[in-house]
């Protein structure tokens, strides 16, 4: 959701917190990653909020998109 307004040139930066990475009961190297997105601007102002979820493959080195 946007909570404050961008503007052309504006310089924004972006942080992702993970909050949840459970294992799918079914499919043990499947995660489904429930994270949390603030955007802010040039101000330190967080102009965007969201909560996002995407479905990972782990192998052995790790996660996977």
């Not at 993970?18 to 009961?25: A, G, Q, Y």
């Not at 499947?30 to 101000?43: C, E």
């Amino acid at each position: 959701r946007w909570l404050h307004p961008v503007y052309p040139r504006d310089v924004i930066s972006l942080k992702m917190t993970v909050l949840d990475m459970p294992p799918s009961k079914s499919r043990p190297n499947i995660r489904v990653v429930t994270s949390k997105v603030s955007v802010s601007n040039y101000k330190s102002t967080v102009v965007m909020e969201f909560t996002n979820r995407d479905v990972f493959s782990l192998n052995v080195r790790g996660l996977h998109g």
